[in-house]
């Protein structure tokens, strides 16, 4: 079973997290259920760039991003070579290590 460890995040996990993932499953979903309240405005729709994450290990075990997904990482803050929106990265069979950057272009944080 594949891993993804969350690097430290100030306001999301200050002392970074390793959890387990499901392949298939969308780095997105494994936050969300291990209490890291990464921030998704549209509902993981691939409509907005709030997810955004940058995969700093295990880049190459993901699928390729879409047009839609490139389209929209284009309105991200902080945007670098292994960025991908968490709610559209699906977890392979490789481990992963995941920045979640401090920012986003979110000017109102949803509380979901």
Partial sequence: MPKITFLPNADL???GKTVEAEE???ILEVALRNDIEIEHAC???CACSTC???VRKGFD???????QEDDMLDK???VEPHSRLSCQARVADKDLEVEIPR???NHAKEDH
Wanted: some cysteine; overall charge negative; charged content about 30%.
């Fill in 103 to 105: 920012y986003s272009l």
């Fill in 13 to 15: 996990c200050p002392e």
């Fill in 43 to 45: 509902e993981m729709s």
């Fill in 61 to 67: 075990s993901l699928e390729e991003s879409d047009e």
């Fill in 24 to 26: 298939g499953e969308s």
């Fill in 76 to 78: 991200a803050w902080g």
């Fill in 52 to 54: 955004h994450c940058i």
